[in-house]
């Protein structure tokens, strides 16, 4: 079993920065590849970005490149997102998820998921 915990979100003016932390329990965080997505109300689940056991492969949304950053400490078992030039348009619940899948982008390969963690973006 694997818990993950979410932290670091929160109310940023566009163009701000913040960085999430997703702190995991559980031998599965040593051995999977980790992921953020994010849900704004009214809306699915969207992929945001990836990163592998050994950090050495990063994977992104198109709408997330060059402003976000996804990194991960083994030793801590965090994974972290950081968010730069922030637009109203990132608002939404962000979560942390073990992937178990082959493809890193689609949801229903992550067996699990934390809480979320809320970040809005005002204009």
């Known amino acids: 079993q694997v818990q993950l915990i979410e932290s670091g979100g929160g109310l940023v003016q566009a163009g701000g920065s913040l960085r999430l932390s997703c702190a995991a329990s559980g031998r599965t965080f040593s051995s999977a590849t980790m992921g953020w997505f994010r849900q704004a109300p009214g809306k699915e689940r969207e992929f945001v970005a990836a990163?592998?056991?050994?950090?050495?492969?990063?994977y992104y949304a198109d709408s997330v490149k060059g402003r976000f950053t996804i990194s991960r400490d083994n030793a801590k078992n965090t994974v972290y997102l950081q968010m730069n030039s922030l637009r109203p348009e990132d608002t939404a619940v962000y979560y942390c998820?073990?992937?178990?899948?082959?493809?890193?982008?689609?949801?229903?390969?992550?067996?699990?998921w934390g809480q979320g963690t809320q970040v809005t973006v005002s204009s």
């Open positions: 990163i592998t056991l050994s950090g050495a492969s990063t």
């Open positions: 998820a073990a992937h178990r899948g082959l493809r890193v982008r689609v949801s229903s390969e992550y067996d699990f």
